[in-house]
């Protein structure tokens, strides 16, 4: 009886350890070091992704066909969140008189560590309180080199939105369509 109760014990303790999971770690697209942008005057309507990254979890490309959801790896709010908080945080709008309205549809937010991260989006622009002029409408592919870690990867990801909040910046300025992405 007692080497049976020894035994059950030792069997509960291994199946215990063998349900033991890694902690989960949190990452966001918006650096430590804050942009210098007020997205005050630059209001964001709507930001899309795709469905297949549409989760907190960091999804990554495997092969040419194959994803991959990292269970362990998250993002700190829910990728439009994400998205959202970053662009406020590096948008700048150089010409405050000018209120303006965004729209972002992203197409593709691929991410292969130790390749590159990439964020190819369509966005529209809008002078809001002013009838005249037609939304300027763009699309940008931007695609940064990454180490081969998820943090790596995620700082690569920033790398891309600080870039497109650029851009965005830059149109709101220029008032004469979309900047080039080079």
């Known amino acids: ?32 070091q804050p942009g210098g942008g007020s997205g ?7 930001i899309t992704v795709p469905p297949q990254v ?6 990554i490309r495997q092969g040419n066909a194959g994803l991959a959801i990292l269970e362990t790896e998250w993002w700190g709010a829910s990728l439009v969140d994400e998205l ?31 390749q590159y991260a990439l964020l190819d989006v369509k966005w529209r622009l809008r002078n ?4 005249d002029g037609a939304p300027v409408t763009c699309r940008s592919t931007l695609q940064t080199p990454s180490g081969a870690s998820i943090d790596d990867l995620v700082v690569a990801h920033q790398n891309n ?5 650029a ?8 008032q004469r369509g979309c900047p080039s992405t080079s």
Do not use: W
């Open 54 to 59: 549409d989760r907190p979890q960091i999804v």
């Open 84 to 114: 959202r908080s970053a662009l406020v945080d590096q948008l700048v709008n150089s010409n405050p008189q000018r209120r303006m309205s965004l729209r972002l549809d992203v197409q593709r937010f691929d991410s292969i560590p130790g």
């Open 161 to 165: 939105v600080k870039r497109l909040a």
């Open 167 to 174: 851009l965005i910046s830059q149109a709101t300025a220029s």
């Open 40 to 46: 005050a005057d630059i209001q964001i309507e709507s």
């Open 128 to 131: 809001l309180g002013s009838a």
């Open 1 to 32: 009886m007692v080497f049976s109760l020894k035994i059950t014990l030792v069997t509960a303790l291994l199946l215990l350890t063998a349900c033991r999971s890694d902690p989960i770690q949190f990452h966001t697209l918006t650096p430590a």
